[in-house]
């Protein structure tokens, strides 16, 4: 299993496991980050490089053999800050083997060691109890719910600092 930079070769993988995931990705990060035919793969794709150029976000791909497994993201940079929001998901059938939190720790290391950002957070529906408990086992403390933050709905935030 490696997690990989997200790139143009990932496309087919990054659709398929799109398709199998768009259910419970979409209610909450929407469909532009789950995407389901090669052509929003390759957009996304296109968009998830920009927004790495621009010093916006990383996107990086859990990926075993050629097939991805899931998605994790750093976004939402605030250079001057040195804040970030961190984000994921995984396909159905990867849910629950830990996967989760091995993206989340690698993406953790990969901020607070190489990005030298001072804090990440985590914006959870209170209802996902997995990912709440990912939250929890990668170190984050929950500060507070956010009313309405996601798509109008609320959000639990949980932060981890450096």
Known sequence: MTIQRIAPKHVE????????????VKPWLGATLCPVTPALAKQCIQSMEAA??????????????????????????HHTHLTANLGYW?????????LA?????AL?????TQMNLHRLECL???NNKASLRV???????KEGLCRKRIFGRDALLYSITA
Do not use: W
């Open 52 to 77: 790495r150029e621009s010093g916006y976000g990383l996107t990086y791909l859990l990926m075993h053999d050629e097939r991805c497994l899931g998605m994790g993201i750093i976004n939402y940079i």
């Open 13 to 24: 993988a990054l659709c398929e496991a799109s398709q199998q995931s768009i259910h419970h």
């Open 90 to 98: 995984l396909r159905s059938d990867s849910c629950g083997k830990g």
């Open 124 to 126: 959870i529906e209170p």
């Open 101 to 105: 939190t091995a993206i989340c720790e």
């Open 135 to 141: 939250a929890e086992r990668i170190g984050a403390e």
């Open 108 to 112: 953790k290391k990969l901020a607070f």
